[in-house]
């Protein structure tokens, strides 16, 4: 009895180091995002002293804080195939290589045109590491951990993005001419050590697995799964899901295991459930930034002054503290996303994003409405607030959801080229969003502004509770069943138990000639 327990104990641990090491993994592969989040944080800030030091209007402000997510969307497109071809891990080094360039182009910028070429590297990395964190994440996972792991990417741009606050306000100390290059020139040091460091982590199996070398990805599905034969199962679901038997001999690659012919799968002939699947994992991006958090998140300082906070030091500080609250709320999210499931936290967290955003038109409407310096003080507070309770909101749901789901609705063979898309469309509409919202609210006030983003934030709850079925639990291996029970799946899902049993028998099946 004694050596039985010991024996027991014994596996916990050993599961335990293995589950840490998968942790480790996803980690090390999501640290890429804390440069693009950094990038974000300290650009909103940087733009206030390079306004004053290049002497920049508000259409070249727009074009630069724009600017990344469009060159962004071209790195997004072009990553999936590199990934396929190349491997997920040199991918995530080649990123923090295009990275490291971008910001010493903008941390040495002599002039607004330098500055605006260095942002647009930049972009082309952010991009890159955008597609490839959350798909290496979910790819190094299990199914139980899957959520909270595949959310690590949007947790380090939440982290990224803290930083760059917090240099904004200790490095707004320095001369003018110095402030804001020391600012966007520091992502050059964490690229370097990333380009390099990444090689310490396994490449993703179920990569190993489409180019014909099954005994590499056993041994990295060794070091994560507690059991031999938990180790094989995954191998075999892994082959299948990829089209090969379950005996095939290595060196057997698996069918467009370069990417090609991808495209043709996912838009010109899809299957029905790669068709829902398509709609799914897109619009998720294509929602996620239509709720306004890169205008409030980029324009932050901008909204607080137009709350009633007057002095840079004080705008700078308030931005921190956003920083803090992004950061907070979604390693929140990380607890929840395996134990509540996608749809309940998305839809929770849409719900007080839309109230988080009524509140904030109305408050900032009053201010803007009322004389300088006399709004009243229930508005004040209402608009900084909401400010806060907006980005909590996002924090917990939509954003980490987003990346959750999007890299794991994919089958394996579309999983890095579909992502690419998702990303693309991502960056289009933050794009969209970040280049117009001066000119938005100039149009229509800044308070109808957020009123707008409330009714669109109300369309993605819509669009998410009708077309979204839960993936929560399911190995990805078995996600694509998920689809191919119509667009109202999320009212009579097969067991995921029941699923998993049968993932390997059919996958043999279809494989046989």
């Keep these: 009895m004694g050596e039985e327990e010991q024996r027991n104990g014994n596996g916990r641990k050993e599961g335990r180091k293995k589950s840490k090491y998968a942790v480790a993994c996803s980690i090390v592969g999501s640290i890429i995002s804390i440069l693009m989040g950094y990038d974000t944080g300290v650009m909103s800030g940087a733009m206030l002293f390079i306004k004053d030091d290049l002497k920049t209007n508000d259409t070249q402000v727009q074009v630069l804080a724009g600017i990344l997510n469009i060159c962004a969307l071209v790195g997004s497109l072009t990553a999936g195939r590199v990934s396929d071809w190349a491997g997920r891990r040199r991918t995530i080094s080649f990123a923090a290589c295009i990275f490291f360039v971008g910001s010493v182009l903008m941390g040495l910028a002599p002039n607004f045109a330098t500055l605006l070429v260095g942002r647009c590297v930049a972009g082309v990395g952010v991009g890159y590491a955008l597609m490839i964190a959350p798909v290496y994440a979910a790819e190094i996972a299990s199914a139980e951990s899957r959520g909270a792991l595949s959310s690590l990417p949007d947790i380090c741009i939440s982290l990224g993005i803290l930083l760059g606050y917090v240099a904004n306000y200790l490095l707004a100390k320095l001369p003018l001419v110095y402030g804001w290059r020391a600012m966007l020139g520091l992502g050059a040091l964490p690229s370097a050590a990333l380009a390099v460091g990444v090689f310490a982590m396994p490449e993703s199996p179920r990569w190993l697995v489409m180019q014909g070398r099954p005994e590499e990805a056993l041994s990295v599905l060794r070091r994560e799964c507690e059991t031999e034969d938990e180790a094989q199962v995954r191998l075999a679901e892994i082959k299948t899901a990829a089209g090969l038997a379950v005996d095939s001999a ?264």
Aim: charged fraction near 15%.
């Design 250 to 513: 290595p060196g057997v690659a698996a069918p467009r295991s370069s990417g090609k012919g991808v495209w043709k799968e996912l838009f010109v002939h899809p299957t029905p459930p790669v068709r829902r699947i398509l709609v799914a994992a897109l619009g998720v991006h294509f929602f996620n930034h239509l709720t306004g958090i890169e205008a409030v998140l980029l324009y932050s300082p901008r909204i607080f002054k137009a709350a009633g906070i007057a002095t840079r030091n004080e705008i700078l500080a308030a931005t921190v503290g956003v920083g803090v609250t992004k950061t907070v709320f979604i390693l929140v999210a990380i607890l929840l996303v395996d134990r509540m499931g996608r749809r309940r936290v998305y839809l929770s967290s849409l719900a007080g994003i839309i109230a988080s955003l009524a509140c904030l038109g109305l408050g900032l409407t009053v201010v803007e409405r009322s004389a300088p310096h006399h709004a009243a003080q229930w508005a004040v507070v209402l608009a900084i607030a909401t400010v806060f309770t907006f980005v909590a909101s996002f924090s917990i749901g939509v954003g980490p959801v987003t990346w959750t789901y999007s890299s794991e609705v994919f089958p394996l063979r579309l999983r890095a080229q579909g992502t690419s898309v998702g990303v693309a469309i991502n960056r289009l509409i933050n794009a969209t969003v970040s280049m117009t919202f001066v000119s938005l609210y100039k149009a229509m006030t800044i308070g109808g502004a957020f009123f707008l983003f409330a009714g669109l934030s109300v369309v993605a709850a819509a669009f998410f509770y009708f077309l979204c079925p839960e993936t929560q639990g399911r190995a990805l291996e078995e996600v694509e069943q998920v689809f191919s029970h119509g667009w109202c799946a999320h009212r009579g899902e097969v067991p995921a138990l029941e699923m998993r049993k049968s993932t390997v028998a059919e996958g043999n099946a279809k494989a046989q000639p």
